[in-house]
């Protein structure tokens, strides 16, 4: 025989010796080279696209103008309004798009790079409600969960955009906390009343939905479903938020693979037969 085919035999056989291994080796690779945030794809490309995301969030602030109107007609004295900044005033969907097209999650540290660049858009119909608010003499008051260490940068990104009442005393943001009641409280403390909520998360009305079960949740939105586009006005997220924390029971120190397990087990599927 000669020795190249000798050889090659000796090649076949090893390789079937160890072909139960190879694939296992094999399917590790495939798992590992699937990207972890792709999960985020259809929503940010919803908002950073969608017609429809746009039309729901000029919807939403055409309501919170009725409102605010309203509420000031019958009392113009020290109104307030509450909104919360990131996915109701600024647009981040630029960094869910960082995430997904370097497969990076959240972090704090990649979070303040984004935040430190100060060039988050507004989000549509945002500004021009805002301007409305301050032209009626409504004080404004932003409570958001981005970290006070945020406000330097944060004000410069919403002084680009032409925002109203960017001031440090309009800012209440996250020192060690991300419940926001005691600083609705300090609001309504300083004598202001206020007529009108505006966010993109139900924390951001009342505490009573943080730290809840998805179902509870669900719960709690039909028990105060007349707050609704009344003194709540809620702008679309697809993103991320406290919906999605409460699919993990709030442990974000769950692996990738086991959080798409999880959000895998929370579809409600047809039955469809084929």
């Known amino acids: 025989m000669l020795p190249v085919y000798r050889n090659l035999i000796l090649t076949v056989i090893v390789l079937a010796g160890c072909q139960p291994k190879f694939e296992q080796n094999v399917q590790v690779t495939e798992e590992a080279l699937i990207p972890t945030q792709e999960y985020l794809m259809a929503a940010t490309l919803y908002v950073q696209h969608a017609a429809e995301y746009r039309a729901l969030c000029y919807q939403a602030f055409e309501i919170a103008e009725w409102r605010l109107q309203e509420a000031i007609a019958k009392n113009p004295e020290n109104s307030a309004v509450v909104l919360d900044l990131d996915e109701t005033v600024l647009d981040n969907s630029a960094y869910s798009a960082w995430q997904v097209a370097n497969d990076q999650p959240y972090s704090p540290e990649t979070w303040e790079l984004w935040t430190d660049m100060a060039s988050a858009p507004e989000v549509p119909g945002a500004g021009d409600f805002l301007r409305m608010a301050d032209s009626l003499g409504v004080s404004i008051f932003y409570i958001s969960n981005r970290d006070t260490s945020a406000l330097e940068p944060t004000m410069k990104n919403m002084m680009g955009l032409n925002l109203p ?60 479903e007349e707050q609704f586009g009344e003194k709540y006005v809620v702008l679309p997220n697809p993103i991320y938020g406290t919906w999605e924390g409460a699919f993990y029971n709030y442990d974000w120190g769950l692996s990738d693979e086991q959080r798409d397990s999880i959000r895998h087990s929370m579809l409600e599927a047809a039955k469809i037969t084929m």
């Open 165 to 224: 009442q960017v001031e440090p005393d309009h800012f209440y943001l996250k020192s060690n906390t991300s419940d926001k009641s005691a600083r609705r409280v300090a609001v309504e403390e300083k004598g202001y009343e206020i007529v009108l909520f505006i966010g993109d998360n139900l924390g951001d009305f009342h505490e009573r939905w943080d730290k809840q079960s998805v179902e509870t949740r669900a719960e709690l939105a039909d028990q105060f």
